[in-house]
């Protein structure tokens, strides 16, 4: 496995070692020895997957206590995924990093605590799956306003379909932090 840096520090690709053939492929998609090798070193307590057709936003979430680093990835389809720096005191703080996962390339990224999570389904149907380092605690969730202008994401899809709680998120400047 490999660890490919962004332009945030802390959120990393994470390439992991292919074997293909005429059979199709496959990967370890977590080894906690691989991957701490590689350079990260998380303890994961919780898996979810969930399933969302196209135009279907789902973010930008983060837990102000209990904050939970993400490795993400797509195992059906196609999304476009962002994480956003809440980290009060870090010199990139509400910047992003949006880039595409797809079934298709089977790479993760690593979204550590600190960070807001969200990503856009652009294919027909897409399944997502991610592993945390702390359990959902939904009195502690958070949402951070996915268009608002401040963040400055390049969203490719113009309207998309929100949950009530993900179209009256919180701008970047009323959002709670994190203090580290």
């Known amino acids: 496995m490999r660890l490919i840096p962004t332009a945030l520090p802390d959120v990393a690709i994470v390439e992991p070692r292919v074997f293909?053939?005429?059979r199709g492929w496959f990967f370890e998609s977590w080894n906690r020895r691989t991957l701490?090798?590689?350079g990260l070193d998380a303890d994961f307590v919780q898996d979810n997957h969930s399933r969302?057709?196209?135009g279907?936003?789902?973010?930008?979430?983060?837990?102000?206590?209990h904050a939970q680093g993400k490795l993400v990835r797509v195992v059906v389809g196609e999304v476009f995924d962002v994480?956003?720096?809440?980290?009060?005191?870090?010199?990139?703080?509400?910047?992003?990093?949006?880039?595409?996962l797809s079934a298709d390339e089977p790479r993760m990224l690593w979204v550590p605590p600190g960070f807001a999570h969200g990503f856009v389904v652009l294919s027909d149907v897409a399944e997502f799956l991610y592993k945390t380092t702390d359990y959902w605690h939904p009195e502690h969730e958070?949402?951070?306003l996915?268009?608002?202008p401040a963040l400055g994401i390049d969203w490719p899809v113009a309207d998309p379909l929100l949950a009530p709680k993900d179209a009256a998120g919180t701008p970047l400047?009323?959002?709670?932090?994190?203090p580290a």
């Open 142 to 144: 958070r949402t951070l």
């Open 56 to 65: 279907v936003l789902r973010g930008l979430h983060y837990q102000v206590q």
């Open 173 to 178: 400047a009323d959002a709670a932090r994190y």
């Open 52 to 54: 969302s057709i196209r």
């Open 36 to 38: 701490a090798a590689a």
């Open 83 to 100: 994480a956003v720096d809440l980290r009060e005191r870090s010199p990139t703080f509400g910047r992003h990093v949006a880039l595409r």
């Open 20 to 22: 293909r053939d005429a």
């Open 146 to 148: 996915w268009n608002d």
